[in-house]
């Protein structure tokens, strides 16, 4: 093994352990199934339901013209017909194990649609914890135009267990308005440590191969 070879196994290995690499945990999280699957679903709504992108949401306030669903990424999205001022929602939950440690979850939320009259509004979307509710900070009006808000949160954990996220979504005011809801995440976060330790880390690795080098350079002898 040239030391060029050496330096380049060290390189790469420093790098996977800076950056890691977060992995999504929850089942369904684009609805790519088209359907619910994966998901417990809750919440008393004008009509909510699986569709494929363009597909036009029914039952939505005439006043606000012909609404679709709108895709984050892949074809499909979960969308549901919602009038806040009437108490509706659509509720998403899973219920996992968790590791301890901290997490970032949330989802995409849009409207497409021509006209919009008393909103739709997004900050009454919410994200709870074991029926406790998180900080996702204050969204405000959601464009009418398909483009994508993004609503997100986090937490901490300090011993592993079972644990129910749910995915509160709520907007628009007396109209029903069609909002359209994708790619829902719950990622690990993980640690990235500083340049030294990545760079002793390297160092280490080069020592381990030259090391084993030695050991069978050993044996031929």
């Not at 359907?35 to 036009?56: A, K, R, S």
């Not at 030294?196 to 381990?208: E, K, Q, T």
């Amino acid at each position: 093994m040239t030391n060029g070879s050496i330096a380049t196994i060290a390189f790469l290995g420093a790098a996977l352990w800076v950056t890691g690499a977060s992995a999504n945990l929850l089942t369904n999280p684009g609805f790519e199934t088209g359907d619910f699957t994966g998901w417990t679903v809750g919440g008393t709504n004008g009509g909510d339901g699986v569709g494929t992108n363009g597909d036009l949401i029914s039952g939505t306030n005439p006043a606000l013209g012909p609404t679709s669903v709108v895709a984050h990424s892949g074809t499909h999205a979960a969308f549901a017909v919602i009038a806040a001022n009437n108490n509706e929602s659509l509720d998403l939950s899973q219920t996992l194990t968790l590791a301890a440690g901290s997490y970032d979850l949330g989802f995409f939320i849009a409207v497409d649609s021509p006209t919009s009259t008393q909103g739709p509004y997004g900050d009454l979307s919410r994200i709870l914890l074991d029926n406790v509710l998180l900080d996702t900070g204050t969204l405000g009006r959601i464009p009418i135009d398909g483009t994508f808000e993004e609503v997100t949160a986090s937490f901490d954990l300090a011993s592993s267990g079972s644990h129910t996220i749910e995915f509160f979504v709520s907007g628009s005011a007396a109209f029903r308005a069609g909002f359209s809801v994708d790619d829902f995440f719950l990622d690990p976060v993980i640690a990235v440590p500083e340049p030294a330790s990545a760079a002793l880390f390297g160092i280490g690795l080069v020592g381990l191969v030259m090391l084993r080098r030695r050991g069978a350079d050993r044996v031929r002898a």
